[in-house]
């Protein structure tokens, strides 16, 4: 698999550099039966249209250095992770999860804007993961501490998948909880984009991602 081939021409939102400075959380994760999961070996030179796809994340070196690793460190647990480039021109979410101390979670995290992503229906990524259940997560201001709008998903060890999660899947969450009162996610203001793990298993885990993207429908499940 070569890491360039296939990339589409659509607009690739421009990095901005951010500090961290607050705690993620490591709540139940929401069942989200929105998410779909294609079957079988995707490859990379997979083709989109150009017009029905916006790129939120190609996963370049260059691209890479933007994330920023948040984990239950900031409340006293003791898990890792990072986020570091491939040779094959992806990237790489790994570390490990511990469950000393109250912790039992992992993420990174990336600016991605402000962008408007109103004319579209969700997020799709293709991924290749170890069997181990991730968050997709989203945030419409600049705060590291406030509300994030999260979908679970699924992986197959060792295999390329690609990802649907319609916007509608993604739910609320703050400090583990669902905050009362929290509206609708806004999908014209998306400011930040991150990949957490908090499946309550300790051990390592990694998670490889080829790009993530912003698709104007999402295919219906095959049944």
């Known amino acids: 698999m070569t890491g360039g081939a296939g990339r589409t ?17 490591a709540g139940a994760d929401p069942t989200i039966a929105g998410a779909e999961v294609a079957a079988g070996e995707a490859t990379k030179e997979e083709s989109m249209n150009e017009e029905a796809v916006l790129s939120l994340s190609e996963f370049r070196a260059d691209e890479t250095a933007a994330w920023r690793s948040v984990n239950d460190v900031v409340m006293g647990g003791r898990s890792a992770s990072r986020l570091s480039a491939t040779d094959d021109g992806t990237g790489r979410f790994e570390g490990t999860v511990s469950l000393e101390n109250n912790g039992g979670f992992a993420s990174v995290r990336r600016v991605v804007g ?16 170890d069997g181990r259940r991730y968050r997709l997560r989203l945030r419409t201001d600049e705060r590291y501490d406030g509300i994030a709008w999260q979908a679970g998903f699924d992986t197959r ?14 739910e609320p969450s703050y400090r583990g909880r669902r905050p009362v009162g929290a509206g609708p996610l806004d999908t014209r203001h998306v400011t930040q984009l991150g990949l957490m793990i908090a ?18 429908a999402i295919e219906p499940e095959a049944p």
């Open 9 to 25: 021409s659509a607009l690739v939102v421009g990095l901005l550099a951010a500090g961290l400075a607050a705690a993620e959380s």
């Open 114 to 129: 402000p962008v408007d992503l109103g004319d579209f229906a969700g997020l799709a990524l293709r991924v290749r993961g």
């Open 157 to 170: 060890p060792d295999a390329w998948t690609v990802v649907t999660l319609p916007f509608e899947a993604f």
């Open 199 to 216: 499946d309550r298993q300790a051990g390592d885990f990694k998670l490889e991602i080829d790009w993530i993207r912003a698709v104007r």
